[in-house]
């Protein structure tokens, strides 16, 4: 191993005090953050991600309510709660845990929430506001990313960055971020021609696409930092990401390891949204 480990616990975790810090402040203003999460159906994955985002709430000082819906909720069902915790003034932010059951629409969902309470950055006024530089909310993962990057001691100015992934939730966003960081940032596919090519002269690679080896080190150049955002499991069952860690690690310069890498990361970036809802509901921004 040549490549410098980004560890994602101990920079979340950090993030995590700093929130932590943040929130008695709020609270000695007479202000308690809480989050509303809310959980559609029996998906397992998802179940698993909103006990850690109501765990982080506790560790951080942040007043949870959680909504558990049966999986054959209907629309309605969940436009009305959404409604309901859009007007209750002691919520200042609401997580919908994707993906819903097929029966609801989650484009609906998402503009549904109040885009003051949307936590996530998925309503388009604040995706909006993210594409023209505002100030507001920063999407959880790719704000994470950005913080793993810069906090490992890497400078993003300047730097060839590319992405595999044009999501809504990490590829799309996380171009913004980079830009903003002024990165020149190239956004790569499922129908990009030469990815081999584009990824050799990369200095940074954010993967975001779900796919075993999408990433080898026949496509990284030395030196260069390595974000994983692939949450996968191999033949074997393990769960591993888009990139082929064991060679890759030896040409890198800074890979993140999965798990442990970026997924830590989200649920301490949705912390510190948190806490900005708060501050804004509060007029103490
Ligand atoms: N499902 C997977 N990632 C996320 C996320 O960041 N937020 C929500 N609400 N659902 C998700």
Same mark, same amino acid.
Do not use: W
């Given at each position: ?41 029996? &998906? ?149 021609? *030469? ?7 990369? &200095? ?27 949450? *996968? ?8 990401? &888009? ?29 510190? *949204? ?12």
């Amino acid at each position: 191993m040549t490549a410098q480990l980004i560890d994602g616990k101990l920079i979340s975790g950090q993030i995590k005090q700093e929130a932590a810090v943040e929130a008695a402040e709020i609270k000695a203003q007479g202000v308690t953050p809480c989050l509303a999460v809310v959980l559609v159906g029996n &998906d397992s994955a998802s179940q698993v991600y909103v006990n850690n985002k109501k765990k982080a709430c506790e560790a951080v000082g942040i007043r949870s309510v959680s909504y558990e819906l049966a999986e054959e909720a209907t629309e309605e069902e969940l436009l009305q709660l959404v409604a309901k915790l859009n007007a209750d003034e002691t919520v200042n932010g609401i997580l919908v845990q994707m993906p819903l059951p097929k029966q609801i629409d989650e484009d609906k969902v998402i503009l549904a929430i109040d885009a003051k309470k949307d936590v996530d950055c998925f309503h388009p006024i604040n995706v909006g506001l993210l594409h023209t530089g505002g100030k507001g909310f920063l999407p959880c993962t790719p704000a994470g990313i950005i913080e793993l990057i810069k906090r490992s001691g890497h400078t993003i100015q300047g730097q060839n960055c590319v992405i595999i992934g044009r999501s809504n939730i990490v590829g799309k966003p996380v171009a913004m971020l980079l830009m903003k960081e002024n990165g020149t940032v190239t956004i790569c596919h499922s129908k990009t021609r *030469n990815l081999v090519e584009i990824c050799r002269g990369a &200095d940074i690679i954010v993967s975001a696409t779900g796919k075993v080896n999408t990433v080898t080190a026949d496509m990284v150049k030395a030196g260069a930092v390595i974000i994983d955002v692939g949450m *996968n499991r191999n033949e074997a069952g393990k769960l591993c990401g &888009d990139v082929d860690f064991e060679n890759v690690k030896d040409v890198a310069g800074a890979i993140t390891p999965v798990p442990g890498g970026v997924g830590p990361m989200t649920i301490a970036m949705l912390m510190k *949204n948190c806490l900005v809802a708060a501050k804004m509901q509060n007029n103490l921004i």
